[in-house]
């Protein structure tokens, strides 16, 4: 499971945004996304962290991962 904050998120449609960015690189990917804390959580995905955040990023919302608690 990965979590990202992801600026400049505001509604319905940057959520879409934001899980169509994700799926396209991770088609099994699940995708949630909390908008007044501006977090995404990804879980079932493959790939790295930082590839999940420059498929965000490349979208138009800046997105910075966080570290998973110990």
Same mark, same amino acid.
């Given at each position: ?13 940057? @959520? ?10 991770? !088609?099994?990917?699940?995708? $949630?996304? $909390?908008?007044? @804390? ?7 995905? @493959?790939? !790295? ?13 800046? %997105? $910075? !991962?966080?570290?998973?608690? %110990?």
């Amino acid at each position: 499971m990965h979590r990202f904050k992801v600026e400049k998120m505001g509604c319905g449609g940057c @959520a879409k945004s934001v899980t169509r960015a994700v799926q396209g690189i991770e !088609p099994n990917a699940r995708v $949630e996304v $909390e908008l007044g @804390a501006n977090l995404v959580t990804v879980s079932d995905a @493959a790939g !790295p962290a930082d590839r999940i955040a420059q498929a965000i990023a490349a979208a138009g919302f800046p %997105a $910075e !991962p966080l570290l998973a608690a %110990a």
